[in-house]
């Protein structure tokens, strides 16, 4: 069994559907990136009590590194995984769909983070 440290200090056992909700909510709505690509391509190396912080991070740099003139929407991939780190940090949520819901909630309002 894996766990993780979340930011607070909380353990957990590791709950790899969330990381997916993480990236899913990442490449929503962009052509050219690919939701197992990151997560592959991140070769995160889970071990036991992982810290969550160090994941994110690693999921960030997967994206910023694939940034490339032909494939330019990944530069959005790795901010809306900036985004949500920040938000994360800042309002201390621990669910993605929570984060995910608020900017549905904008976007229907007219306020967009992505375009």
């Keep these: 069994m894996v766990r993780v440290v979340k930011r ?12 997916q909700k ?10 050219g990136v690919s939701q197992s690509e990151l997560e592959v391509d991140a070769k995160l190396q889970f071990r036991d009590m992982i810290h969550t912080k160090e994941i994110q991070k690693t999921l960030i740099k997967t994206a910023v590194d694939k940034i490339d003139i032909d494939r330019p929407n990944w530069t959005f991939v790795a901010a809306r995984l900036f985004l949500y780190d920040i938000y994360h940090v800042v309002t201390g949520l621990q669910d993605t769909t929570t984060f995910v819901n608020i900017l549905n909630e904008e976007r229907e309002k007219g306020v967009s983070y992505w375009d």
């Design 22 to 31: 993480y990236t899913s909510a990442a490449i929503e709505g962009l052509e």
């Design 8 to 19: 607070n200090g909380r353990v957990e056992t590791l709950d790899v559907s969330k990381i």
